[in-house]
């Protein structure tokens, strides 16, 4: 999932559509055209992907139906469903998600599981960028009903991408917020069947996917908080390329401290626990629990207050290394619904990061 570059659905398009690298495409694989919606997309001069489009609209009921069933298993897991921001990112992320519930079993992937990932990835964005305000800038939600989340969807560019824009029409993405918000099966979709016969197993495979995005964003956190502990003692150059390094996941975002050097362990530690939080165990079998313990033990491991910031980092790097193997053999097991078959070893948590620093923590001198 991690690395994945080139996967296509049973009806051949590209699971990445536009970002799908070059060498995995045809040259004329994704038709691009010109924005006809007013607002943000149009204004960006970006094009939109018709080609993406057209498979959404003949897929359309499965997709409704498909995001109904997972809306719905989602609140009875949970025993309620607000929805509140984070709802609605866990329900995006079961999304996003399918498609590696059939790749990862070696099964065809369905051209409306594709589909569908496709648009709860800007839903999932979406919900990311209302937590950053909440965090950032303590911004109180309004109630989260279709009008205000298309009209949040507009006032915070979630349909303006990189490259293109979202290519469904207004009425497209009102029904389907509206079904993130309130959907219910409806029956009679005969392609969607299957999955709602295996609600537990996709239950638990995507709770294991969003608790999987937190706790690697949770350590990335972490993993900055020693950055500048060893900024502060040897320089900025001695961990730039690491403090420049994309954001883990790469879809979120870095909220810190002007200082982050400044702010004391304790501090650290009850600010990370506070984003450990946010991991709300909801898998029928109960594993992803140890996702949530493991994001907790990550917030204490930075809690401590050794007088040296070199060597208090280099403790700490492995305190959190050692805790991110654990996470991640927890992961695979809510993923396969079995044990991990094997050791979760240094290169694979490695692999497992967009940038290790393994490395330098490795070449640092405490003094």
């Known amino acids: 999932m991690v690395e994945e570059r080139f996967h296509r659905d049973d009806e051949g398009r590209p699971l990445r559509e536009g ?24 204004a960006s001069g970006r094009p939109m ?40 990112w866990r329900v995006s992320q079961l999304g996003s998600a399918l498609p590696w519930f059939f790749v990862l079993a070696g099964e065809p992937l369905p051209g409306y599981a594709a589909a569908l990932s496709k648009a709860t990835l800007g839903t999932g964005i979406l919900a990311q960028r209302l937590l950053l305000k909440m965090l950032a800038e303590a911004w109180a939600p309004p109630p989260l009903t ?20 979202c290519s469904a029409s207004d009425k497209m993405i009102a029904r389907f ?10 029956g009679g979709v005969a392609a969607v069947d ?21 706790a690697m964003w949770l350590y990335y956190q972490a993993r900055r908080f020693l950055y500048a502990d060893i900024a502060a003692a040897r320089g900025p150059g001695a961990v730039r390329a690491l403090v420049e390094a994309p954001c883990e996941p790469p879809d979120f975002f ?24 946010l991991i709300v165990p909801f898998a029928p079998d109960g594993s992803d629990r140890a996702v949530r313990d493991g994001a907790r033990r990550i917030a204490a491991a930075t809690a401590d207050d050794a007088p040296d910031p070199i060597a208090r980092a280099i403790a700490a ?27 979760i070893d240094a290169a694979t948590r490695d692999r497992l ?13 405490a003094p």
């Open 317 to 343: 790097f492995a305190r959190l290394d050692a805790i991110w193997g654990d996470i991640v053999a927890a992961v695979e097991a809510g993923l396969r619904g079995a044990p991990c078959p094997a050791a």
């Open 254 to 277: 870095v909220i810190e401290p002007p200082d982050p050097a400044a702010v004391p362990p304790a501090l650290r530690a009850a600010w990370l626990d506070q984003l450990a939080n």
């Open 146 to 165: 279709t009008p205000t989340l298309v009209g949040l969807a507009e006032s915070t560019g979630t349909l303006v991408g990189e490259t293109e824009v």
């Open 49 to 88: 992907n018709v080609s993406a489009l057209r498979q959404t609209s003949v897929h359309w009921d499965e997709i409704v139906e498909s995001l109904g069933f997972l809306r719905t298993a989602y609140a009875e897991a949970r025993g309620g469903y607000g929805p509140d921001v984070m709802d609605l």
């Open 19 to 42: 970002r799908t690298p070059r060498e995995y495409l045809a040259s004329d694989e994704i038709e691009y055209r010109p924005c006809p919606y007013p607002g943000s997309r149009q």
């Open 177 to 186: 917020v509206d079904a993130l918000v309130a959907g219910v099966p409806a």
């Open 194 to 214: 299957p999955l709602i016969a295996a609600r537990d197993r996709v239950l638990g495979f995507g709770a294991s996917y969003a608790a999987f995005k937190l």
């Open 353 to 365: 990061v967009v940038t290790s620093p393994r490395a330098m923590f490795a070449a640092l001198v």
